[in-house]
């Protein structure tokens, strides 16, 4: 079962900054934060992951809730090719082992307006 | 570098056939994964390697589902025999050691009438 919550879907005007929320209460020390979005017709795609701290790259930023109970993906300026289903998952730091692989729940379905 | 290629990219088979499909991950990437995607939701982990050897297949319906890969690069999934409920894209992820992030093929669309 994913261990995380999201909204089941959010809309968004074009070149309007997006914050999309992940409640994960159960998390534990060693879990990261994960983002990753699915376009239509294709694979998911890696966006960005954290521990504790804030992170940000070309794509998004993640701003991590203090007690780690929920997290924020921010799109700052989202385009038509943002719209997409958002997935959150907990990924344990235990890498090589079958703890730390992905599981999916059913994400948000971002859809941007022009 | 290139991504993780899959093929077929659509596949529509009768009930009771059977299908294979086959992912070649990125290059040097030692773990692979093979996803099923029901539609409307999330995808599935069925099966994880590391280099050509198992490590988690308790998803796996093992009774018609099989997977395997030989030297520890290309990997092929077989349904056989195939099942109505079975219609779904098939996502093969490969990744690096350590913190690195999936990187997924585009999938396989499996429709069994």
């Known amino acids: 079962d994913a261990k995380t919550t999201q909204p089941n879907s959010m809309e968004s005007n074009e070149e309007e900054p997006v914050h999309l929320p992940c409640n994960h209460s159960t998390i534990s020390g060693t879990d990261y934060i994960h983002w990753y979005r699915q376009l239509p017709s294709q694979g998911p795609e890696y966006v960005i992951h954290?521990?504790?701290s804030n992170v940000n790259n070309r794509m998004a930023s993640l701003a991590i809730a203090e007690d780690r109970k929920s997290s924020t993906l921010i799109l700052h300026r989202a385009t038509l090719r943002d719209a997409a289903v958002y997935y959150c998952i907990l990924r344990d730091s235990n890498y090589g082992g079958s703890q730390g692989n992905l599981i999916f729940g059913k994400g948000t379905k971002l859809s941007v307006k022009p | 570098e290139a991504g993780v290629a899959q093929s077929p990219r659509y596949k529509i088979i009768e009930k009771r056939q059977s299908v294979a499909f086959w992912c070649n991950p990125i290059s040097g990437h030692a773990t692979l994964y093979w996803y099923q995607q029901i539609l409307g939701q999330g995808p599935k982990l069925l099966i994880q390697?590391?280099?050509?050897?198992?490590?988690?297949d308790s998803q796996l319906p093992k009774d018609r589902f099989s997977a395997e890969r030989l030297k520890g690069v290309d990997s092929t999934l077989k349904i056989q025999p195939a099942k109505l409920e079975d219609s779904a894209v098939y996502l093969c992820?490969?990744?690096?050691?350590?913190?690195?992030?999936?990187?997924f093929g585009s999938g396989t669309r499996l429709t069994v009438v």
């Open positions: 390697f590391q280099n050509n050897g198992v490590v988690d």
């Open positions: 954290g521990l504790t």
């Open positions: 992820a490969s990744r690096s050691t350590g913190v690195g992030g999936y990187t």
